[in-house]
């Protein structure tokens, strides 16, 4: 059976699938509607995506203003440091954020509900990501919150003074207290 585990920010879990290992190689269960139902883990999902990082790439904080989209997310080559941040105007755990690192190595998965704003650091070259959303990319309600936003205060595991490489739109985001958030 496989590893499920709360978090302190509510809804927000830590799987770990039971890996078989062979003389061929390994076998797990990435999805399975039934057992992760257990863990209240639900899809369902409809939209895939894959991305690939080089080392120091930093995306994030995402999230849908309307549409907004739980991430069932793993790594399937290199590492990286993955961020949730609670952005549920009304939950007690509001602005707090989590980061674990998930790796192809160590085969964890986050389980990222709707209401959160996502982000990751990409720990190694050629890091894929690979995660499940239940619902569709909507560029309209596409939000980004500053991934240094000094009040959310997320501990990046950057080398020191070494500054991530980011798209434009991530780095001139705006601070929590000025962006849209959930009611
Ligand atoms: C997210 C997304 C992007 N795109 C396109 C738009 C753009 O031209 C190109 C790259 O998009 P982005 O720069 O937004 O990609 P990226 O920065 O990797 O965006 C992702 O970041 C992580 C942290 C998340 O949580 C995701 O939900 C998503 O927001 O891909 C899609 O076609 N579908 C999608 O679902």
């Not at 899809?43 to 895939?48: A, C, S, T």
């Not at 994030?60 to 941040?85: E, M």
């Amino acid at each position: 059976m496989r590893v499920v585990v709360d978090t302190p920010l509510p809804g927000l879990k830590l799987i770990e699938p039971r890996r078989f290992e062979d003389a061929r190689g390994f076998f797990f269960e990435a999805w399975n509607a039934r057992s992760f139902a257990e863990h209240d883990i639900r899809g369902p999902f409809v939209q895939d995506n894959h991305s690939g990082s080089a080392k120091g790439v930093l995306r994030g904080l995402h999230y849908q203003i309307a549409q907004p989209q739980g991430k069932l997310v793993r790594v399937v080559r290199g590492a990286a440091f993955d961020v949730a941040v609670d952005i549920r105007k009304n939950a007690p755990s509001f602005g707090r954020w989590a980061g674990i690192e998930l790796s192809a190595q160590n085969g964890r998965m986050l389980w990222i509900p709707p209401g959160f704003a996502h982000g990751f650091l990409s720990l190694e070259d050629d890091t894929e990501l690979l995660y499940k959303c239940t619902d569709f990319y909507a560029p309209e309600h596409e939000r980004c919150i500053l991934w240094s936003d000094p009040e959310i205060g997320i501990a990046w595991p950057l080398d020191a003074g070494a500054r991530p490489l980011m798209a434009a739109k991530d780095r001139d985001a705006p601070l929590l207290r000025d962006a849209e958030v959930f009611v």
